[in-house]
């Protein structure tokens, strides 16, 4: 009765947790096993966000189905399912239809992202700023308890408090710092590709600014 298993590779809205690499690997062997198909939701850690083009690429642990939204239009609204050849055969023309599907300048849009993730490397640099991010993070968790955890890949990082984290949030946006709620008692932070260090630090110390505020 198995005909797929869908999973993000890193957990957006559940809290930014990161698969561990024997769980992806037990389901692609699982999927094998079962003639079933293996389906990675890349909408949030796709287009460079975990420092590599595709977070299936960090782990070694290639799916049949991906889906790509959001990044992929660099703005531009779009969306796209992408296959293995021999699954993708099994849409024949009218099987799938869509009012605004694959529109001319959406994805003239995605193309351009496209050229510019890789021209500009930009997941390598969200793996580099990333490191720098959580190191920056597990250094203020060391001064302030009140951060239980610190994880995440590339430039998808979260931190988990021991309080509920909408009001630390919204303290942040107060202070010019994007950065949103999610599992209710984790930060979430999903910086753009282009972020550098500085802009980590002054994230870094708006937050400790706002921890300090709470206390």
């Known amino acids: 009765e198995l005909c797929a298993v869908l999973v993000e590779p890193v957990q957006g809205e559940g809290g930014v947790v990161p698969a561990r ?14 003639g079933a198909l293996l389906v990675f ?3 949030q850690t796709g287009l460079g966000r975990t420092g590599s083009l595709f977070a299936y690429q960090r782990y ?3 799916p049949d189905v991906m889906t790509l939204a959001k990044a992929l239009g660099g703005g531009m609204p779009i969306g796209a399912v992408v296959a293995r050849r021999e699954v ?4 024949r023309p009218g099987d799938h239809g869509s009012t ?7 994805c003239a849009a995605a193309l351009a992202a ?4 890789q021209e500009e490397d930009l997941p390598a640099r969200a793996a580099s700023v990333g490191g720098y991010f959580l190191a920056r993070l597990e250094e203020l968790a060391r001064r302030w308890p009140v951060v239980r955890e610190v994880r995440g890949l590339g430039l998808m990082v979260g ?3 021991a309080v509920p984290a909408g009001p630390v949030a919204a303290g942040c946006r107060e202070r010019g710092l994007l950065v949103n709620c999610t599992a209710q008692r984790v930060l979430r932070f999903l910086p753009p590709l282009v972020v550098g260090e500085a802009e980590v630090d002054e994230a870094v110390n708006i937050l400790e600014e706002v921890l300090a ?3």
């Open 100 to 106: 605004f599907g694959g529109n001319p300048v959406a």
């Open 159 to 161: 931190a988990e408090l």
């Open 60 to 62: 070694g642990v290639e």
């Open 88 to 91: 993708a055969a099994s849409f």
């Open 41 to 43: 939701d890349e909408i």
């Open 114 to 117: 496209l050229d510019v993730l």
């Open 213 to 215: 505020g709470l206390a």
């Open 21 to 34: 690499p024997e769980f992806l690997a037990g389901l692609r062997r699982l999927c094998d096993e079962r």
